[in-house]
């Protein structure tokens, strides 16, 4: 029962902690829940897919296909996270003022919605499937323990959500304007930590075969598979033993949001916004 | 940088680096067998992995960096970068109680 609360926990806090992220960074943007439930949905309905197929997944591309897979979707959350720093680096300001104005409604922060929306499939998608392989492994053993572990499982769900509010309500604490600095940054890095782990997935299949060994060792300072250790893999991809290639794109994918936001926020190259009246 | 590897990822989809080095390891009741694995240090090796349980299991090792899920009644190919001399612990993440084994590099 133990164990089933901790790896259904483990999942549940992975990707509750970047949809506490999504949900604090739209914070007063219009129908921000429905984009979230609706990845949150498609999320669950795809880690069904994903373990019902998880045979057949791993035999394409020569065995590889559940590390290109990974790989892939991990990109696609990199990209979608990045365009919404980028777009919010243009229009946070003005999104910043109106809330702090009168309770405006903000529509800006509406178009990178649906990349948000993806962002959270893509986390629900990935930890959901390794859930429902172990459930499902679970049910199919049968005997008298599946109640035990199930109830493991639903308490791991429970505590895992528990978490994921902690971390959300505890960023709603940040005042209106400096939440958007919080998020974004927080968004950064998050995005850094996945391309790194899409880069692991690659060297896994064989892909990338330059810079595996490893730079540092920190495990004796904090595991990795530890729960701590587990929280900051997915808020600011903390690896206890990284590669030269994992650093290098962890790196890499910070230098390149934060220049993206540099060129499109400057002032001098959009028109100024009108202040709201 | 992230579009230069995703570039990379589609040009060598069709040639993925063999492993010099292949090593077969047996799940049965949620058990590793071998559940102590030698390869030489500083070379590249594979693990197959034979799932003979119905269900899937995740071979996870945070030290040997590899989380692969093998469904139930089939294969997989674990890729295990060139070790330092060491021991590096892995587990079957859905029955961690029982699935436990090491690879140990010398």
Known sequence: ???????????????????????????????????????????????????????????????????????????????????????????????????????????????????????????????????????????????????????????????????????????????AGRLFQVTSGLITLLAAGMAAQAVLFLQNGGYIEAMTGTVWDTSWLLREDSIPGRLLHTLVGYVEAPNGAQILTYLGTIVVILVLMRLVGKPSLRPRPQPAE | MRRMFFLSALLLVATPVTADEQVALTLQNHKFTPAEIHVKANKPSMITMINKDATAEEFDSTALKVEKVVAGNSKGNIRIRALAPGRYPFMGEYHAGTAQGVVVAE
């Open chain 1, 1 to 175: 029962m133990l164990s089933a609360l901790l790896i259904v926990f483990r999942e549940v806090i992975e990707a509750g902690l970047i949809v506490g992220i999504v949900l604090a960074a739209t914070q007063g943007v219009p129908r921000r829940g429905m984009a979230v439930s609706g990845g949150v949905g498609a999320g669950v309905l795809g880690a069904c897919l994903v373990a019902a197929f998880a045979g057949e997944l791993a035999a394409l591309f020569q065995g590889n296909g559940q590390e290109l897979f990974n790989a892939s979707i991990l990109l696609l959350a990199v990209m979608m996270l990045t365009w919404h720093n980028v777009w919010m680096a243009s229009h946070g300001r003005e999104m910043a003022r109106e809330l702090k104005a009168a309770g405006h409604e903000v529509v800006t922060g509406k178009r990178t919605l649906a990349a948000l929306g993806v962002v959270v499939g893509v986390a629900v998608l990935r930890e959901g499937s390794e859930v429902v392989l172990f459930l499902y492994g679970i049910a199919a053993q049968g005997g008298t323990s599946n109640a035990a572990l199930l109830a493991g499982g639903a308490l791991g769900l429970g505590a895992g959500a528990v978490v994921s509010a902690l971390m959300y309500f505890g960023l709603l604490t940040i005042p």
